[in-house]
């Protein structure tokens, strides 16, 4: 695997932290240098090689959930050093011993027995690094919540859903969604705004069913990944649809993302003297950026509209918060509901028209 490198590196570097073998400011520079890599590499593949845009978008997904996971183990890591040697000046306390027990520990085979709890450093292996890498989580812990056994009929339900599902978000896109753009490319064209309208609209029954059916996905892959390795936290998302601002719909639409962005964004700046508000922005710049990343870089053009869309969260967070929510009790939930109707139709069009006039310019007949 390409990515093999980048992984035995991270782990190499906090073994070598574990026994002093390196300095942490030395070992802080290579593991920026490690993790930059990740995210600098795959465009260029991209950009340099003729590659298809959805394999592309697949694997930079893919590469930026190994970006946020390694990330996410270098901080735990540091946390457990600094817990370390906090407690060689101050006696290590009864409840953090190494005679603790729990069922399901993370590197053990326990069949429910009692198995002791995994401990730093004896966290550093390949059979530790490689699981947190593959269960669905982004947020790295010593010991992992662990489920019994196996169970087969689940597994293969979970599988056979994804499947299936994907298939179909397919089929949707090609047969539904590829040719309401490609008879949008003409009015944007002209600028022929009621006509722009007319598309999005149609674009917008269409893209909500694959959103609600990509949740699905989301669920049954997740799922899959899980009850193969005996994962037992399952938390996926909780009611999104329900939301009533913006704040609750991101907080509740992907948990593992939001759990990580907490963690290991938000948490540590506002512990640093930032205010709630401007670390909230952060988070939200760290996610514009990522979005951009997952879609300009596939179809190897910059026009900022991820970046901006998610940037435009922060100021209609407010509006509905202080006018929708607060004066006119449920039309909150509405408002984000047009959100995502209007809002993910618009970039959509706008992004396949740069790409279609980049690529095949305006000579075909529209």
């Not at 993370?106 to 490689?130: E, Q």
């Not at 003409?186 to 893209?207: D, G, I, T």
């Not at 938390?235 to 907080?251: G, I, L, S």
């Not at 948490?267 to 508000?277: E, H, N």
Request: aromatic content about 14%.
């Amino acid at each position: 695997s390409r990515t093999e490198p980048v992984i035995l590196c991270s782990l190499a570097t906090e073994k070598f932290l574990a026994t002093g073998q390196l300095p942490e400011g030395v070992a802080r520079n290579m593991q920026v240098l490690n993790l930059s890599s990740i995210l600098l590499i795959p465009p260029v593949v991209v950009f340099v090689w003729d590659c298809n845009p959805v394999a592309s978008s697949l694997a930079l997904g893919c590469v930026t959930v190994l970006f946020l996971k390694l990330v996410s183990y270098h901080m735990v890591n540091l946390w457990c050093r600094q817990q370390r040697a906090s407690r060689k000046h101050h006696r290590r306390r009864s409840s953090s011993g190494s005679g603790q027990i729990t069922q399901g520990v993370n590197g053990r085979t326990t069949n429910g027995h009692m198995a002791k709890f995994v401990i730093y450093p004896d966290n550093l292996n390949l059979y530790d690094i490689y699981y947190f890498i593959f269960v669905p989580t982004l947020c790295y812990e010593l010991n992992f919540p662990r489920s019994s056994r196996i169970r087969k009929r689940f597994l293969f339900r979970r599988f056979l859903e994804s499947l299936l599902l994907l298939q179909l978000i397919l089929a949707l896109a090609q047969q539904w969604i590829v040719p309401i753009m490609e008879n949008s490319l003409k009015p944007f064209q002209e600028m022929n705004f009621p006509a722009m309208l007319e598309r999005l609209l149609k674009l917008a029954v269409p893209n909500i069913l694959i959103w609600y059916l990509h949740s699905l996905v989301f669920h049954s892959t997740l799922n899959t990944f899980a009850e193969l390795l005996r994962f037992a936290d399952r938390e996926f998302y909780r009611d999104w649809w329900n939301a009533d601002t913006v704040q609750y719909f991101w907080q509740n639409w992907n948990i593992p993302v939001h759990r990580w962005c907490l963690r290991h964004l938000y948490k540590p700046l506002v512990a640093a003297g930032m205010s709630k508000t401007l670390a909230c922005i952060m988070v939200f710049l760290l996610s514009a950026f990522f979005h951009e990343y997952l879609v300009s870089v596939p179809l190897k053009m910059f026009r900022v509209w991820a970046f901006l869309g998610m940037l435009a969260q922060v100021p209609f967070a407010f509006v509905i918060d202080n006018i929708f929510r607060n004066r006119y009790n449920n039309l909150g939930n509405m408002a984000v509901w047009i959100s995502l109707i209007i809002g993910q139709p618009l970039a959509i069009l706008m992004y396949y028209h740069d790409y279609y006039i980049i690529n095949y310019g305006t000579s075909r007949t529209l």
